[in-house]
């Protein structure tokens, strides 16, 4: 059973008490709640950084059941949240899981050490407005030095790997006229194709792999099998996974085309129409008597009169699934794909009928079986016509799946039509709880990949980046600043990045305590500003000795600043938005110093 922390259970405190200068020195000690409860959360969620991931369990007391995860976001999404400020960090993660999928764990790491560093400045003293302006500007020196330090795809791919650094170094050396132009938008995009074309996919998939190599090699062979059909890059939008419980890790696999489980009644359908081409039909939303489209207003006050009795004694449901089975009837369609949910009803009443059913298929999914069959989206199965039907379509049978008795429990089958790209993951486990993380592995691998065709350039892994954020900090508070709160605040920030890169060597077995990777990384800056060349793989000597890899550890620019900021943003959101409703204070009011929180 996993531990998720103390901090998910308290309880908020929503009075306030203003108080004198001399009483706010002598009760100082007392942190603030909220950025508490964050960093306790971020806490269970350590071991989760790096490559090497220790998965908890999770047992619902009050059900039995039990969860396996291996990342922020689905332990977030496991946990009874009972606090606001839980909630509040659990939308932040899933919004950013939902769009980058990947990332999750430094996002939950760093908005811990962040909350920590603003704990710090609160018992110190500094001003909530101060500690805003100057964790704001730290992230944005580090951001800036990133941004500098972003290789291209084809340094990566083609060039040997250069340490940060030693590169710096290099650079110094150019003309101005033939260095790199970096685009400073927030999202650092560039979809420059002739670098993708250039570059070695493998190297770059290898370099953003981040310890999930076979995982990684499955994105490789569904980005071939889609470079065969005249995609210039990894297309997110046309990959499916397709997780299956039973066969071991090994026999996972890519196939061109849908691969979906059908039951063991509809596998007779399958058998009837295979080799042959098909008509299709395609549904958004469910499919059901009772389904009404997003906005859909039932006329109110409206009674229905007849003067012809039922004399069937058919229900609602049952006339409704005769005529939708009557419309598929009529136009021959084959095969119906649905984005929602199918009433069982009408799916039991189609096999007889050889009519195929397949419910819960995405929707960028269907606009493709659109694209290529000719086939128009309908929201209601009622709007079905002629001109609705697509045709083309080819269904295969794959392979039968059966249960540890026997019998065929369901049989994975392949449908495609001319001219699509689309490809499915096979993935494949033993373990049925460890599907949910092996499918998160492969979209991870999936988006970063993608990521790096985007984005165009890279960032230096393996504690690189944050090395470097760390010695910009340090460079940017011996130059003499103004604020000497500004100052407390950059230290405390660089102290964090410490805390990232001991808990991401320590995870990594190259360390046996904290104290340890932060002697080497102390050793290893002060050697740095010494002059000296050194690369920081001396940092990974131990692990690089086991692996006997040459290939170099990279992370997207586009995740990676997007958790940082996303980290920060919701600190100083919750520090600021407790600040007002405790205090009564609105931002700009230089009475911070006179408040005290509990």
Not at 58 to 81: C, H, K, P, T, Y
Not at 279 to 301: C, M, Q, W
Not at 361 to 387: C, H, M, N, P, W
Not at 539 to 551: G, H, I, Y
Request: hydrophobic share 40%; proline share 2%.
């Amino acid at each position: 059973t996993c531990a998720v922390g103390s901090g998910l259970r308290t309880r908020d405190i929503t009075w306030r008490r203003k108080m004198s200068r001399a009483s706010v020195a002598s009760i100082g000690q007392q942190r603030h709640i909220a950025l508490q409860q964050l960093e306790a959360i971020a806490t269970t969620t350590h071991s989760f950084l790096g490559p090497n991931k220790r998965q908890k369990f999770i047992q619902d007391e009050d059900g039995g059941n039990v969860a396996l995860v291996s990342s922020s976001a689905r332990l977030l999404e496991n946990v009874e949240m009972d606090s606001s400020v839980a909630q509040l960090l659990n939308e932040t993660i899933q919004a950013h899981q939902k769009i980058l999928r990947s990332g999750t764990n430094t996002l939950v790491f760093l908005t811990g050490i962040w909350s920590r560093v603003a704990l710090d400045c609160l018992h110190r003293g500094i001003s909530v407005l101060r500690i805003k302006n100057a964790m704001t500007k730290g992230l944005e020196v580090c951001l800036e030095a990133c941004r500098r330090s972003a290789v291209c795809l084809e340094e990566v791919s083609g060039k040997k790997d250069l340490d940060v650094f030693e590169r710096k170094k290099t650079e110094e050396k150019l003309p101005q006229n033939i260095r790199l132009t970096l685009k400073h938008s927030r999202h650092f995009t560039s979809n420059d194709l002739q670098a993708v074309k250039s570059a070695d996919v493998s190297h770059v998939a290898h370099g953003v792999s981040h310890g999930c190599q076979d995982s990684m090699n499955l994105v490789l062979e569904a980005y071939k099998l889609q470079s065969g059909y005249n995609t210039s890059a990894l297309d997110i939008q046309k990959l499916v996974t397709c997780p299956v419980s039973g066969p071991s890790e090994k026999h996972s696999r890519v196939l061109h085309g849908y691969v979906v489980l059908v039951s063991a009644e509809q596998s007779s359908v399958v058998q009837h129409l295979q080799e042959q081409t098909l008509k299709i039909a395609l549904v958004t939303g469910d499919l059901s008597e009772k389904y009404r489209h997003v906005g859909f207003n039932r006329p109110a006050h409206i009674t229905h009169v007849t003067d012809r009795p039922d004399v069937t004694c058919a229900s609602r449901e049952e006339r409704w699934i005769e005529k939708a089975s009557k419309t598929l009837r009529r136009l021959s369609v084959d095969v119906l794909l649905v984005s929602g949910a199918v009433s069982v009803k009408l799916k039991d009443h189609c096999i007889p009928y050889n009519i195929l059913v397949v419910e819960g298929v995405r929707t960028d999914i269907l606009k493709d079986f659109s694209t290529s069959t000719g086939a128009v989206l309908v929201s209601y199965i009622t709007q079905l016509t002629e001109r609705c039907v697509g045709r083309g379509l080819k269904i295969r049978r794959w392979r039968e799946f059966s249960s540890h008795g026997g019998k065929n429990e369901s049989t994975a089958i392949s449908i495609t039509a001319a001219g699509t790209s689309l490809v499915t993951a096979v993935i494949t486990s033993s373990v049925r709880a460890e599907l949910r993380s092996l499918e998160d592995r492969f979209w991870s691998c999936a988006h970063r990949l993608h990521q790096a065709f985007t984005d165009g350039k890279l960032l230096r892994g393996a504690a690189a980046t944050e090395l470097l954020c760390i010695q910009q900090i340090y460079k940017s508070t011996r130059t003499g600043m103004e604020n000497p709160h500004e100052k407390v605040v950059m230290q405390l920030m660089a102290d964090g990045w410490m805390d990232y890169i001991s808990t991401l060597m320590l995870n990594c077995g190259t360390v046996s305590c904290k104290a340890e990777a932060r002697t080497s990384v102390t050793r290893l800056l002060r050697l740095r500003e010494d002059g000296e060349p050194v690369c920081v793989k001396a940092l990974w000597a131990p692990m690089e000795a086991e692996t006997d890899s040459e290939t170099s550890v990279y992370d997207n620019v586009t995740v990676k600043f997007e958790a940082w900021r996303r980290a920060l943003d919701l600190v100083l959101l919750v520090l600021q938005s407790d600040t007002e409703i405790i205090t009564g204070v609105s931002e700009g009011e230089n009475v911070y110093n006179e408040f005290v929180f509990l």
